[in-house]
């Protein structure tokens, strides 16, 4: 990320040297690596999403393996008769 301020004509001009904190910036310019996103840096709130997510598939799949479970064990009572 880099600090910059508008200069003369409206062009952008980065910041030498570059602050340590970035909130004392004007804008912040990202690097094209940055805008695109790491699919590995979550935040924490994103993680927790995704895991509850994760966690809600699983026990909806679960329950309709359980329910179908239970139609193939109440349905198996029958015999088959050999002619």
């Not at 935040?43 to 329910?67: H, K, L, N, P, Q």
Request: hydrophobic share 50%.
């Amino acid at each position: 990320m880099l600090c910059v301020t508008v200069g003369e004509g409206g062009a952008l001009v980065v910041q030498d040297p570059q602050p340590a904190n970035l909130s004392e910036c004007g804008m912040v310019v990202l690097s094209g690596s940055e805008a695109m996103g790491n699919p590995f840096a979550l935040s924490a709130e994103a993680g927790a999403t995704i895991a509850v997510a994760i966690i809600g598939v699983w026990a909806v799949a679960f329950g309709i393996r359980a329910a179908i479970q239970t139609l193939f064990l109440k349905g198996s009572n029958h015999e088959e008769v050999s002619a």
